[in-house]
């Protein structure tokens, strides 16, 4: 045991300086689109400003350098821990990012939670049904909940839920003008947390139908059921944790798409999110803002990937770090 846990270590600490260079590469790419896309001045110009005054504030941000010399400046800044400040507002962008992080992991997080506890049980009933009607019900409605774009359900939940019914509010994570607490945010998180978790449910039914449709084939399984100790014990203490193993991986693939989807579902509902600040940062080019995100977000799609791995050797013994 003691010597499986510095093996853990070690390769922790190999995957980390692997990705490295990674997080270099993917900071270089997004530099270059964003410079591409045309410079944050140009949303300055106007009648009322001079082009003496734009060519000051180019000088003073550093934008009448070359792009690799922004760059590299901008690197240099972020190993010494600042991310810079926004064009826009002159915040720090990391009380930005710092303010705004916190609701989109929570949306995130309960979506995940949310769309694992529909998944699991309705793929492993789809799998033991297999080829009923039943079965290709579930299927079709996996089908139906990965593939409808999520502003276009968004539309309907408000329509349905807001405008129809008046249940539950459309924006924000607060009541404006209300005391807030813990039942508010809940009200407020619904609506989107339901239409993030239905994709993830609609993805993941499938997965786990196939991965437990294999399982059940195993001989092993077989032995257990012949054994006398039931189906459902066979299932989910014999058959479940072999049948999640592909789930992990899975699972760890959709973080990235994740964060994509809350981009559109926080734009929607205006969860003050990263998802927001983000779309806000892109419209107005604030270059500090969209790398700080761009960054963090690149740090946390390659720690989920090497979070996938570790959780994929636990739940599989037999696999050997190397």
């Given at each position: 045991?003691?010597?499986?846990?510095?093996?853990?270590?070690?390769?922790i600490?190999?995957?980390?300086?692997?990705?490295?260079?990674v997080?270099?590469?993917?900071?270089?790419?997004?530099?270059?689109?964003?410079?591409?896309?045309?410079?944050?001045?140009?949303?300055m110009?106007?009648p009322?400003?001079?082009a003496?005054?734009?060519?000051?504030?180019?000088?003073?941000?550093?934008?009448?350098?070359?792009?690799?010399?922004?760059?590299?400046?901008?690197?240099?800044?972020?190993?010494?821990?600042?991310?810079?400040?926004?064009?826009?507002?002159?915040?720090?962008?990391s009380?930005?990012?710092?303010?705004?992080?916190?609701?989109?992991?929570?949306?995130?997080?309960?979506?995940?939670?949310?769309?694992?506890?529909?998944?699991?049980?309705?793929?492993?009933?789809?799998?033991?049904?297999?080829?009923?009607?039943?079965?290709?019900?579930?299927?079709?409605?996996?089908?139906?909940?990965?593939?409808?774009?999520?502003?276009?359900?968004?539309?309907i939940?408000?329509?349905?839920?807001?405008?129809?019914?008046?249940?539950?509010?459309?924006?924000?994570?607060?009541?404006?003008?209300?005391?807030?607490?813990?039942?508010d945010?809940?009200?407020h998180?619904?609506?989107?947390?339901?239409?993030?978790?239905?994709?993830?449910?609609?993805?993941?039914?499938?997965?786990?139908?196939?991965?437990?449709?294999?399982?059940?084939?195993?001989?092993?399984?077989?032995?257990?059921?012949?054994?006398?100790?039931?189906?459902?014990?066979?299932?989910?203490?014999?058959?479940?944790r072999?049948?999640?193993?592909?789930?992990?991986?899975?699972?760890?693939?959709?973080?990235?798409?994740?964060?994509?989807?809350?981009v559109?579902?926080?734009?929607?509902?205006?969860?003050?999110?990263?998802?927001?600040?983000?779309?806000?940062?892109i419209?107005?080019?604030?270059?500090?803002?969209i790398?700080?995100?761009?960054?963090l977000?690149?740090?946390?799609?390659?720690?989920?990937?090497?979070?996938?791995?570790?959780?994929?050797?636990?739940?599989?013994?037999?696999?050997?770090?190397?």
């Amino acid at each position: 045991m003691e010597g499986r846990k510095i093996k853990i270590i070690k390769y922790i600490i190999k995957r980390i300086f692997t990705a490295l260079p990674v997080l270099l590469g993917i900071t270089i790419i997004d530099f270059i689109i964003m410079s591409l896309a045309g410079s944050p001045l140009e949303m300055m110009a106007g009648p009322r400003v001079t082009a003496g005054a734009v060519e000051v504030k180019a000088v003073k941000l550093g934008l009448d350098q070359p792009v690799y010399q922004q760059y590299l400046n901008w690197l240099s800044q972020l190993l010494k821990g600042n991310l810079g400040y926004s064009i826009k507002n002159y915040q720090p962008v990391s009380e930005i990012i710092g303010s705004h992080i916190g609701p989109t992991f929570l949306l995130m997080g309960t979506s995940i939670i949310i769309g694992l506890i529909i998944a699991v049980p309705f793929g492993i009933y789809s799998a033991v049904h297999r080829y009923t009607k039943r079965d290709y019900a579930l299927v079709s409605l996996s089908f139906l909940g990965s593939s409808i774009p999520s502003f276009f359900l968004s539309l309907i939940f408000i329509y349905v839920f807001t405008v129809r019914l008046g249940w539950l509010p459309s924006s924000g994570m607060t009541t404006v003008g209300g005391e807030g607490g813990v039942l508010d945010i809940i009200k407020h998180m619904i609506m989107p947390s339901m239409i993030l978790a239905i994709s993830i449910a609609g993805s993941n039914i499938r997965y786990i139908r196939s991965s437990v449709l294999e399982i059940l084939q195993q001989d092993y399984l077989r032995t257990a059921k012949s054994k006398g100790i039931g189906r459902f014990l066979t299932i989910n203490k014999h058959g479940l944790r072999n049948a999640l193993i592909p789930i992990v991986t899975v699972l760890g693939m959709q973080i990235p798409m994740l964060f994509g989807g809350a981009v559109i579902i926080e734009q929607v509902f205006s969860w003050p999110g990263l998802g927001l600040i983000t779309m806000n940062a892109i419209t107005g080019r604030d270059y500090p803002v969209i790398m700080g995100v761009c960054l963090l977000t690149a740090v946390v799609v390659l720690a989920a990937n090497l979070l996938t791995d570790i959780v994929y050797a636990l739940v599989d013994p037999t696999i050997k770090y190397q």
